[in-house]
């Protein structure tokens, strides 16, 4: 009898350890994935603390496309397409569309409209008023991409909900795809995190997130592919976990992975980033890991830039079926709310970057990019946005700011702004390396 207690309180330490193992991984999940990489000064503490993505999260829309097949190599060879179901949007289309609609455009005189206003009657009856607002719509040609009649617009949420998902997210760069992948991933983190400490079901019945870039998908992966459990049982490992638990923590992963579909088995979500960074080698390896991502029971989340994903997405020719969306770009309700959680308890900087945007018709527009808007909203936070500031002062600012490492951690700030080489002053410092950085992109370019 008391042999039977022994064991039955030994199968409870393990459970619970389980748990906190789990917990424990969750958890330094979410501390990797929570952060946007700026530091800000934190006026309450004295400190400098990271602006985290939970922190000004804003719920994306999206385009959605009909499920499709991947390409062959030989249907996907060309970056210069957008796909679009079956067919290729031409580039030359696009080009083609944007010309018109900027030649169509001569609103002369006209009333800014305020973005975060509901439409009003006033354009039925005021042409001033009516041009204005046809030269705003004919200006979502400048940032945002053209699609084929039969899209749909749809939340994130509602997209990213189905069990044993195949779904490619694409955008333009700075469109928000690494962003709203780790913030799904966080997502799921914390409700599962919810889930183990409340002793909401079996552990079995729990969602664990991987997130991964694709780089390192393909690095971690052996020229013959290698096994999928041990590929995702090293991409984890190198997540770090710290307790003692885990070996006992791999081991129920690897049992998990390896549980029948059919039957009761913990489900896994893998976010894999930067399809379009891909280069080399790097391409087959990760095209022998996709085979067995398709076979995989969980749901596999995948992100490209737009313009690669024409050629990048050949690289899942073994899956049989993808859904692609498009992150659409931020309209004005998203943008006052990102605004308003960005100056959460400054309303001075909030209603004046608000105010900026109603009055300054190019800034309004930039801010329609996730990244844009983010950097907008740092630069802002230093003081340095004004009413008449320009898409490209915009541009230069945030470039300033970076290169003088204003949002980099204390301990982690840019050589060149240090003054470890005291025979030089930091400003001649600063100023040498920004003209060397001209000089290289200028070569760049040309």
Not at 114 to 133: K, L
Not at 424 to 441: M, R, V
């Amino acid at each position: 009898m008391s042999k039977t207690v022994i064991d039955l309180h030994q199968v409870a330490h393990t459970s619970s350890g389980l748990r906190s193992s789990i917990v424990n991984y969750l958890e330094n999940l979410i501390d990797r994935l929570d952060s946007t990489g700026f530091f800000l000064n934190d006026h309450s503490t004295g400190h400098r603390r990271c602006l985290k993505i939970s922190e000004i999260a804003v719920e994306p829309m999206v385009i959605t496309e009909e499920l499709i097949s991947p390409p062959t190599d030989q249907q996907g060879k060309g970056s210069d397409e957008i796909i679009s179901g079956s067919k290729g949007l031409a580039m030359a289309e696009i080009w083609t569309k944007n010309i018109a609609a900027v030649d169509r455009m001569h609103p002369g005189e006209r009333v800014i409209r305020r973005p975060y206003d509901s439409p009003s009657s006033e354009a039925e009856t005021n042409p001033t008023r009516r041009e204005d607002m046809l030269a705003d719509m004919l200006a979502e040609n400048y940032e945002r991409p053209v699609y084929k009649d039969g899209y749909r617009r749809e939340r994130w949420s509602r997209t990213i909900r189905n069990e044993r998902l195949r779904l490619a997210v694409t955008s333009e760069p700075g469109g928000g795809k690494t962003f709203i992948s780790r913030l799904a991933a966080i997502e799921i983190a914390r409700d599962s995190i919810s889930r183990l400490r409340e002793f909401r079901g079996l552990l079995e019945n729990i969602e664990i997130p991987i997130w991964v870039p694709a780089d390192e998908v393909a690095a971690s992966s052996q020229d013959d592919g290698g096994s999928l459990e041990l590929i995702l049982l090293e991409i984890i490992k190198s997540g770090g976990l710290n307790n003692a638990f885990r070996s006992s923590f791999l081991e129920w992963v690897s049992t998990q992975l390896n549980a029948p579909k059919s039957g009761e088995h913990a489900r896994f979500t893998v976010f894999v980033d930067g399809l379009d960074e891909l280069r080399g080698k790097n391409e087959e390896r990760f095209r022998k890991v996709a085979e067995k991502l398709d076979r995989f029971s969980g749901s596999v989340v995948v992100t490209c830039r737009k313009m690669s994903w024409g050629s990048k997405q050949s690289l899942l020719s073994s899956w049989k079926m993808i859904k692609t969306v498009e992150l659409a770009s931020f309209n004005s309700r998203q943008q006052l709310e990102t605004i308003n959680k960005f100056f959460v308890g400054d309303t001075v900087r909030r209603n004046s970057l608000r105010q900026f945007a109603e009055n300054n018709y190019v800034l309004r527009t930039s801010l329609a990019s996730p990244l844009m808007l983010t950097f907008a909203c740092l630069i802002h936070l230093s003081g340095d946005l004004g009413k008449e500031t320009t898409y490209i002062e915009l541009y230069d600012k945030v470039l300033e700011k970076l290169f003088d490492g204003e949002f980099a951690p204390s301990d982690r700030k840019p050589y060149w702004t240090t003054d470890h080489d005291e025979r030089i002053p930091i400003p001649d410092k600063t100023e040498w390396f920004s003209a060397l950085l001209d000089e290289i992109s200028w070569q760049l370019f040309q």
